[in-house]
């Protein structure tokens, strides 16, 4: 069975190549940028190999009651919009996607807006959304027979790679920048048997070492510059699209890294509309960490026209990058969608994370920039009462412990950082208390608490 179907395209020059063609670090020959995944014909009605819509909604529901590995997963349950395997039972699986898209009724009733969902990636397997990626690139990896992948990481690509490494028998190295990411996720790619080299440098530096080493050695790129990540992580625009009845929300806030999840989320709406199964695309936002805003920056001065790297400063590590692989893509997607750029402060995303604790759902602080994000969109007027929103949540709770018991114990921000807060911050904080071993001293502390 010969399921492949696809070329790559590239960004800036438009030149198409076969998907083996492609240079080890994944850059045109030609002009330097980033390649696309393209399907001939599926933005034309009469186009080749274009997939029925009214068919697929009903296939790609079916295949939840299916005890199949394939049909399991939440992204090859949708391959039909991902035909990048010769054979798709080369896929790489640990039944990724699917996951939960749950109401935010208390921030939804704070900021006055009828609907407010996050799509928590954090449930994925190895507890962020770049397993919906790594399962696709992976699965390429395995078909065209590498024997060593490898990535620079802030931390959950790595994790997510290791894992699939492990699943495909295939060996992964991981470059990480020294003392800057989370150790949970540190341990994922230890525990998973990566070869873990932390460096003396940031992830920008990671990124430039890895690229060299790709270039010398037949070890397989999965950074988010593999085209192929970005297919897998358009899933979610699909999963979504399905749980609002092939009815879009209004609008998609995703943290902003390196770019890459927003650039795959803005491509999977674009194709759903090529394709027919839905009439328009929502509004995607991007939101940044003050600290590593350089797409910010650039909507600010020049309407993403042109990005100057920053050096990156934020304790919302796993988006703690100056200069941003794909921010062209990302650029085209907010232009596309009409959706803004904006950045958020450190006190922000702070409050927001312990807001979506106090929800019962958690997350990791980076992808609390997005409720931080939606507060200043909602007030800046951009977003209004009765539109639908969605808050891709990228990263469990669990990723980065640290900071959860540093702001509880209200030790995490400094005291400029706090200036204007406090009173915010004290109601959310729920530092643990040491008590007595008395039912009295557990019963005073309760009321200590009862507010
Ligand atoms: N949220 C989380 C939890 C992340 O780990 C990342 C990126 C992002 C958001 C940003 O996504 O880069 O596609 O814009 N983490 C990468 C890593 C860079 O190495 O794990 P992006």
């Known amino acids: 069975m010969n399921d492949n179907l696809h070329q790559l395209r590239c960004f800036g020059c438009g030149d198409r190549i076969s998907g083996s063609d492609a240079h080890p670090d994944f850059r045109c020959a030609h002009c330097g940028d980033l390649f696309e995944v393209e399907y001939a014909g599926w933005s034309q009605r009469q186009g080749s190999n274009r997939p029925n819509p009214g068919a697929l909604k009903w296939l790609w529901r ?7 590995a394939l049909d399991q997963s939440g992204v090859w349950r949708f391959r039909e919009l991902l035909p990048i395997l010769d054979n798709f039972g080369n896929a790489v699986t640990l039944r990724e996607g699917n996951t939960p898209l749950y109401a935010l009724t208390r921030a939804a009733k704070a900021l006055g807006i009828d609907q407010l969902y996050a799509k928590h990636q954090g449930m994925n397997p190895t507890g962020s959304f770049k397993d919906t990626g790594m399962t696709a690139a992976m699965s390429v990896a395995k078909e065209r027979g590498f024997e060593w992948v490898a990535c620079a990481s802030t931390g959950n690509t790595s994790a997510a790679m290791a894992a699939y490494a492990a699943r495909a028998g295939l060996r992964s190295l991981v470059l990480i920048p020294e003392g800057k990411i989370a150790w949970g996720k540190l341990s994922q790619a230890m525990d998973y048997g990566a070869v873990t080299c932390q460096l003396k440098t940031d992830f920008d530096g ?7 080493i790709v270039q010398e050695a037949p070890i397989y790129l999965l950074n988010s510059v593999n085209p192929y990540r970005l297919e897998g992580q358009k899933t979610p625009a699909c999963e979504i699209a399905e749980a609002f009845d092939w009815n879009v929300p209004d609008h998609l806030i995703v943290p902003g890294g390196n770019l890459a999840n927003s650039s795959a989320l803005g491509k999977g709406f674009r194709e759903l509309k090529d394709l027919g199964l839905v009439a328009r695309m929502p509004h995607i936002s991007v939101i940044q960490a003050a600290g590593a805003n350089p797409l910010a920056r650039s909507f600010a001065t020049s309407d993403g026209a042109k990005l100057e790297p920053v050096e990156a400063h ?3 590590s796993a988006i703690r990058i100056g200069n941003p692989a794909s921010w062209r893509k990302a650029a085209r997607v907010i232009h596309e969608t009409g959706g803004w750029c904006l950045d958020v402060t450190e006190t922000e995303i702070a409050i927001a994370k312990a807001e979506l604790g106090a929800e019962g759902l958690g997350c990791e602080p ?3 920039v997005t409720l931080a994000g939606l507060k200043k969109l909602r007030a800046g007027g951009k977003i209004g009462p009765s539109d639908s929103v969605v808050l891709m949540l990228t990263g469990h709770t669990l990723k980065d412990a640290d900071y959860t018991i540093d702001f509880h114990q209200g030790t995490l921000l400094k005291e400029n950082e706090l200036a204007g807060h406090e009173k915010e911050i004290d109601e959310l904080r729920r530092n643990a208390v040491a008590v007595e071993a008395t ?11 009862a507010g």
Not at 440 to 446: D, K, N
């Open 206 to 212: 990671c990124v430039k070492v890895l690229t060299q």
């Open 314 to 316: 934020t304790r919302a």
């Open 366 to 368: 980076a992808s609390a």
């Open 439 to 449: 039912p009295a001293a557990v019963l005073a502390a309760m009321k200590g608490n």
């Open 62 to 68: 079916e295949r939840r009651c299916s005890s199949e």
